[in-house]
């Protein structure tokens, strides 16, 4: 969480009272709450489809891509839809962790030891990599619309997402 390493960068004596018990329960149930919206969102898609031709999915778990393949139904409006919503959420949370570290950056580069900034870059380090790699692999496999992106590239970024 972006925000939580805000605070612990940028006002580590503050910490305690900012992030209390009560934000954290906000924060989850907001998570919680959009995610949910975005599946049904989602699962109200996927049910329009209709299926006459062969019932198995050439990847390794149950996406919308393989799945407009494999409908019989013209999907065309099904993919623009799709693609403007997921990168919508996709861009919009991209977007708040990018706000969030511009703000450390600016922090760190304003402490006066190098060695705290040097502890402070390598705290947002690892998560800056492994944002890279998730937000990178989403934003091929959902942002784009992924009608003329073959099954085989959809795969392995998918993989490399959920690695």
């Not at 693609?83 to 949370?93: K, P, T």
């Not at 040097?118 to 990178?136: D, E, P, Q, W």
């Amino acid at each position: 969480m972006s925000f939580d390493r805000y605070v612990a960068i940028c006002q580590p004596l503050h910490y305690a009272a900012i992030v209390k018990q009560q934000l954290c329960t906000y924060l989850v149930v907001a998570a919680w709450v959009l995610g949910f919206t975005l599946s049904s969102y989602h699962l109200v898609l996927l049910s329009k489809l209709t299926f006459c031709g062969p019932n198995k999915i050439q990847h390794f778990f149950c996406d919308s891509s393989p799945l407009f393949k494999l409908s019989c139904s013209d999907t065309s409006l099904l993919w623009k839809i799709d693609s403007v919503f997921l990168s919508f959420a996709l861009l919009g949370s991209l977007c708040l962790i990018l706000v969030s570290y511009v703000r450390i950056f600016h922090c760190i580069l304003h402490m006066p030891a190098a060695s705290g900034r040097k502890k402070a870059f390598a705290t947002c380090s690892s998560h800056l990599t492994a944002l890279a790699i998730v937000y990178g692999s989403c934003i091929v496999l959902y942002a784009q619309p992924s009608e003329g992106v073959s099954l085989e590239t959809n795969t392995v970024v998918a993989l490399l997402n959920s690695v």
